[in-house]
């Protein structure tokens, strides 16, 4: 599995990730970003180009190795201070309130202990601070419910982790946050992947 996990999977992330219909998601989310940015599970940087200029440095957090070695490579402002971070979530290696903004793209539904890596970014933001999000999750149709419920096992194995099934609005709240925007609905695909929750949350 290791040759899957560090070779393939890498890639097969970055090919789904390059999706046209996640673009207005990332036009919206990325563009709410404002001073020290965050980002969690910053993969090939597919975000990068999207950071404008209320943006003043982002710290690209990843625990792929492979990951961030593309993401090095992704189009961006060239002036813009980008510094990677190989690291987890759920220990991210920052001062408390030390950052304006995280932002979270189709990433909470891998990470293993999502509730602790919520915590974990509820404290590097500043009081004023935003965490900034879209992700795909539990639908609210029970017939989409048990097909996620059902292939979530197997998809976990071939897909880096991925949860097709986790309650995202009840994932953020837990961790210590109170929303002030949500978007839910479908995207065109196959629906037990692609309910997508977006929107943005304080710290409580």
């Not at 490579?73 to 408390?96: G, K, N, Q, T």
Request: aromatic fraction near 8%; charge should be positive.
């Amino acid at each position: 599995m290791s040759f899957y996990n560090d070779v393939i999977l890498p890639r097969l992330c970055h090919l789904s990730m390059r999706n046209k219909r996640l673009v207005p998601y990332r036009e919206r989310v990325i563009g709410g970003a404002q001073g020290c940015i965050l980002e969690i599970g910053v993969g090939s940087g597919m975000n990068l180009p999207f950071y404008g200029y209320g943006v003043h440095e982002i710290l690209a957090l990843d625990p792929a190795a492979q990951l961030i070695d593309m993401a090095r490579e992704a189009p961006y402002r060239r002036e813009l201070p980008v510094r990677f971070l190989a690291a987890s979530a759920e220990e991210i290696p920052l001062e408390d309130q030390s950052v304006d903004t995280v932002v979270t793209t189709w990433t909470l539904c891998t990470i293993p202990k999502a509730g602790a890596a919520l915590s974990e970014m509820r404290r590097v933001l500043r009081p004023s601070g935003r965490l900034l999000f879209v992700e795909h999750g539990l639908a609210p149709d029970e017939s989409v419910r048990r097909w996620q419920n059902w292939l979530t096992p197997a998809w976990r194995r071939i897909s880096g982790g991925c949860h097709l099934n986790r309650p995202i609005r009840a994932m953020i709240e837990a961790g210590g946050f109170r929303l002030d925007r949500l978007q839910t609905g479908y995207m065109p695909g196959p629906k037990p992947m692609t309910y997508m929750y977006e929107g943005s949350a304080r710290p409580k």
